[in-house]
C-alpha cells in the first residue's frame, strides 16, 4: 500500500512539472468530450496538420465537420487568471505575482482557419473558431469570440443549429482535409522550427517599429486601456502591439 502511494505521489509529481505532459493531458480530455458528439452530424479530426497560406504549415488541435458548419478548436491547457481581449497580440498568464506572455489564441486559430478555407476556395464555407481551456484556467478576457472553459466545449459547438450542410457535403469536407494532411517523420518538429522562426521575424520588426502585419510603420497610440503601438495605416491594417 505504501509502494503505490508513492507511485501515485511520483505519477503526480512528474504531471505538475512536465508542460508537455500537461499538455497531452489536456488534449485526451478534450478529446474524450468531443467523442460525445452525435457522430450522424458530426466527424471529429484531432492533431491536424496541413498547408498554410505561408507556404510553411499549421497544426491544428482539433476540426470537427458537421450539417452545421466546421468548427476549428484551439485548445489550452493553462492555469492562473489569463488576461486578454480580442486585438492584442498577446495575452497574460498570472499566476500570482509571476506574469507570462501567451500568443493571442485567437489570432492563432484565425490562421487554422484561414489555412482551412485556403483548402475550399470555391466554397464559402461556414466555419466557426473556438478556444477552450482547461479548468486550470480562470478566464479574464474581453471578446465577444468564443472563448470558453472545456466543460462548455460541446454545449458551445450546440448553440450552432442551424442545418447549412448535408452528411454527403461533411464526408466531402473531412475527405479533403484528410488528404491535404501533411504526414511524416520529424514534421511536428518542423512545424515547431517554422513557428519559431516566424515569431523571431515578428519580435524582430515589431522592435523595430515595423508592422509584421502590412509593413507600415507602428505609432504610438492611446486607447481606453491605456497606450499602446498600432499601425499607422489603421484602419486599413488593425494591427496592434501591447
Not at 15 to 39: A, F, M, R, Y
Not at 52 to 74: C, K, L, M, N, P
Not at 103 to 114: D, V
Amino acid at each position: 500500500m505504501i509502494y503505490l502511494f508513492a507511485v501515485i505521489l511520483l505519477i503526480l509529481f512528474i504531471i505538475t512539472k512536465s508542460p508537455k505532459l500537461k499538455g497531452i493531458i489536456g488534449e485526451k480530455s478534450v478529446v474524450h468530450k468531443l467523442n460525445k458528439l452525435d457522430k450522424s452530424k458530426y466527424i471529429t479530426i484531432h492533431d491536424l496538420t496541413i498547408p498554410s497560406a505561408s507556404g510553411r504549415t499549421t497544426q491544428i488541435d482539433h476540426v470537427v465537420v458537421s450539417i452545421y458548419g466546421v468548427f476549428v478548436i484551439e485548445t489550452k491547457n493553462y492555469r492562473g487568471w489569463i488576461v486578454g481581449d480580442d486585438r492584442s497580440e498577446y495575452w497574460t498568464q498570472v499566476i500570482f505575482k509571476r506574469k507570462e506572455k501567451l500568443f493571442n489564441p485567437l489570432r492563432q486559430n484565425y490562421g487554422h482557419i484561414q489555412a482551412i478555407s485556403a483548402l475550399f476556395p470555391k466554397n464559402n464555407l461556414p466555419i466557426y473558431g473556438i478556444v477552450s481551456f482547461s479548468g486550470r484556467a480562470d478566464l479574464k478576457v474581453k471578446t465577444s469570440q468564443d472563448v470558453v472553459y472545456a466543460s462548455k466545449l460541446v454545449r458551445t459547438i450546440g448553440k450552432y443549429n442551424e442545418v447549412l450542410l448535408n452528411m454527403e457535403q461533411v464526408e466531402q469536407i473531412v475527405e479533403v482535409l484528410k488528404t491535404r494532411r501533411v504526414v511524416g517523420k520529424g514534421i511536428n518538429k518542423e512545424h515547431i522550427r517554422a513557428i519559431k522562426e516566424v515569431a523571431a521575424t515578428k519580435q524582430t520588426m515589431v522592435k523595430n517599429n515595423v508592422c509584421p502585419k502590412c509593413g507600415n510603420e507602428l505609432i504610438e497610440r492611446s486607447g481606453k486601456y491605456g497606450k499602446f503601438r498600432g499601425c499607422r495605416a489603421y484602419p486599413k491594417c488593425r494591427y496592434v502591439f501591447k
